[in-house]
């Protein structure tokens, strides 16, 4: 029996994972799996290249009893841009849609009921395979994708986190692959989160990699604050471009907040009224403070913000994005596929 309350952020073994297998030019037959382990050659660039690009999303128990899923079409969309800058052959539109839709539907029993707040996350996932050794792009890939029942990635929207700003580290190059979702920019990012969880803080922030000037994005979310009635995100070639960031800029413009996409220096930081954390694990994750000092472990520390519970205008947009996925709110931009 899952808790469907207690459900945080860990992997649960499901019913089912689709996969399918590109090779010699053409993809194969799309696959059940009831088994998550897969069999690949030793020698696949993935393994030693890290030609790799995964996505995130959800489906969720609506008000009305239908399952939706949220916004697949711009996580396919991203996915071909991720394989692209890989070299790698990855589903068009249709098939990925077509795939997400079946495993939710073979997983249906683990999408949390109406009511618990909780999700069923969608990790789509393509892997370069194929025995090779030299440093090149796979002429194979590997398609799949698996789901879990999720709750809050950290705390959640009443349990607002720390960060510190990582000024030893940097995710990505000024000229990189930051703006990819490729598992080596969390690679990447690892070390400074194990750093920053001896210290304290379950999230850190990057700097852009050229000057560290500005704020970039955390490890696995977008950058948002509100100043008065702006809803502010950095405009960067080294952040990932968030589909929850972009539907919260719509909601915000909806709700009649300003927009203002534009580089951040930290010195601004001290201005926010609020700032949060946003992307699809993390919804929005209230940011309690942020420490900017020389090194993550360094005991000396500038505390350049700070607010001790969810701010007013973060928490609206929650409600809204969330009503919206839940089915509470009317889907204006037609955002949701239903199942
Ligand atoms: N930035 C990074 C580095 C991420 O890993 C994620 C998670 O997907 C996001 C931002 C948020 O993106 P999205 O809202 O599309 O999930
Ligand atoms: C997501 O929000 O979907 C992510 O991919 C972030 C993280 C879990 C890697």
Redo the contacts with the bound molecule.
């Keep these: 029996m899952i808790e469907w309350n207690q459900l945080g952020f860990s992997y649960i073994k499901t019913n089912t994972m689709i996969c399918a297998h590109y090779k010699d030019g053409k993809w194969g037959e799309i696959e059940s799996r009831t088994d998550d382990n897969i069999t690949i050659s030793g020698l696949s660039a993935s393994l030693h290249y890290g030609v790799e690009c995964f996505e ?2 959800k489906a969720f128990n609506c008000k009305d009893g239908k399952t939706r899923i949220f916004r697949p079409d ?2 396919a969309k ?1 996915l071909i841009r991720s394989a692209t800058y890989l070299g790698i052959e990855a589903p068009d539109i249709e098939m990925f849609i077509k795939m997400v839709r079946q495993a939710v539907a073979e997983n249906k029993e683990f999408v949390p009921p109406y009511g618990t707040r909780a999700s069923l996350y969608i990790r789509p996932t393509l892997i370069g395979v194929g025995a090779q050794l030299g440093v090149k792009s796979s002429e194979e890939s590997f398609f799949f994708i698996a789901v879990a029942p999720v709750g809050n990635y950290a705390g959640g929207i009443d349990a607002p986190v720390p960060a510190v700003i990582a000024r030893e580290y940097d ?1 990505a190059a000024p000229k990189g692959s930051g703006s990819y ?1 490729v598992g080596g ?2 690679a990447a990012s690892l070390y400074a989160g194990i750093e920053a969880k001896k210290a304290g803080y379950p999230a850190v922030l990057y700097l852009d990699p050229k000057e560290h000037k500005y704020i970039d ?6 950058f948002f604050a509100i100043k008065g009635d702006k809803y502010i995100t950095p405009d960067s070639h080294t ?7 972009k539907s919260l800029i719509q909601v915000a413009m909806d709700l009649g907040y300003t927009i203002e996409r534009r580089p951040i220096p930290v010195e601004e930081l001290d201005t926010f009224d609020e700032v949060g954390e ?4 993390v919804v929005i994750t209230p940011v309690s403070r942020i420490d900017d000092k020389p090194s993550i472990l360094g005991k000396e520390c500038t505390k350049v913000y700070n607010y001790k519970a969810c701010g007013p205008v973060s928490r609206k947009l929650y409600d809204t994005l969330t009503g919206i996925q839940y089915g509470e709110i009317e889907d204006r931009h037609g955002w949701c596929l239903e199942l």
């Design positions: 995130g999303l711009e996580n991203r995710r979702k920019n969390y994005e955390f490890s696995s979310s977008n952040v990932l471009p968030s589909i929850t960031n946003c992307g699809t694990a």
